[in-house]
């Protein structure tokens, strides 16, 4: 299984970008996916999560409004739209594939996970 994200550039505050993640080895459709973040020196944290079949979504505090998770269960592939960026959204971006279908925050119910791709936001 792997999990390959693209998409993480050099942007400006309140420009926009797209993440995607593209995964391989099996399918997802079964199971809830989400991105992650880590800033420097900071803990991973949660961004946002999408269910199996997109009806059930969560953001994080800090990017609802601003930040939209899809899937495309076909081409086994998730993204984040990620409009207004701020220099806080500075850090890496991680996919990962949950064990169920559930829609949750904590990384530990997560059983794959993507390499990373690095976002920097300037002011």
């Known amino acids: 299984v792997q999990l390959v994200e693209s998409g993480g550039r050099l942007v400006q505050s309140g420009d926009s970008l797209t993440l995607s993640c593209a995964a391989s080895?099996?399918?997802?459709?079964?199971?809830?996916m989400a991105w992650f973040r880590q800033a420097p020196g900071k803990v991973r944290e949660f961004v946002s999560a999408?269910?199996?079949?997109?009806?059930?979504?969560s953001y994080s505090d800090s990017v609802k409004g601003r930040f939209t998770i899809s899937r495309d269960n076909a081409k086994n592939a998730l993204y984040l739209q990620m409009n207004g960026v701020k220099v806080e959204d500075t850090a890496d971006y991680y996919c990962?594939?949950?064990?169920?279908?559930?829609?949750?925050?904590?990384?530990?119910?997560?059983?794959?996970w993507g390499q990373g791709t690095h976002v920097r936001v300037s002011s």
């Open positions: 990962a594939v949950g064990s169920d279908r559930v829609v949750r925050s904590d990384g530990a119910y997560y059983d794959y």
């Open positions: 080895g099996r399918t997802f459709e079964n199971n809830a």
């Open positions: 999408i269910s199996w079949n997109g009806d059930n979504i």
